[in-house]
């Protein structure tokens, strides 16, 4: 288990940006797959992004191609979320995974975050 600390949520107008940060105090994350998940309210944890352990591949959810950016910095300890263009159907809270397995089923991640609430006003 690793434990995983998520920032940079908020409220935001349709079209606008966002950036979440993760990072894993005193411990290394560049073992891990790492990834994004979100929940919006009645739903369920569906899968967002996910990042290779050097960062050479990433894999996105259909509904976020070429709008949102996962990117990690190892020598940090740090992923991050970069989102733009959001759309009210993005809000949910949105949570940093550790270990995501390659079958991006949230049920098989090893670690996650406490979540941080994203919302896309219209």
């Known amino acids: 288990q690793v434990y995983l600390l998520e920032s940079g949520g908020g409220l935001v107008q349709a079209g606008g940006s966002l950036r979440l940060s993760c990072a894993a105090p005193?411990?290394?994350?560049?073992?891990?797959?790492m990834g994004w998940f979100r929940q919006a309210p009645g739903k369920e944890r569906e899968f967002v992004a996910a990042?290779?352990?050097?960062?050479?591949?990433?894999d996105y959810a259909d509904s976020v191609k070429g709008r949102f950016k996962i990117s990690r910095d190892n020598a940090k300890n740090r992923v991050s979320l970069q989102m733009d263009s959001l759309k009210p159907e993005d809000t949910a809270r949105y949570y940093c995974a550790a270990g995501v397995p390659k079958n991006l089923d949230p049920h098989f991640v090893n670690s996650w975050g406490q979540g941080t609430q994203v919302t896309v006003s219209s």
């Open positions: 005193g411990r290394t994350l560049s073992v891990y797959v």
């Open positions: 990042i290779s352990w050097s960062g050479g591949a990433t």
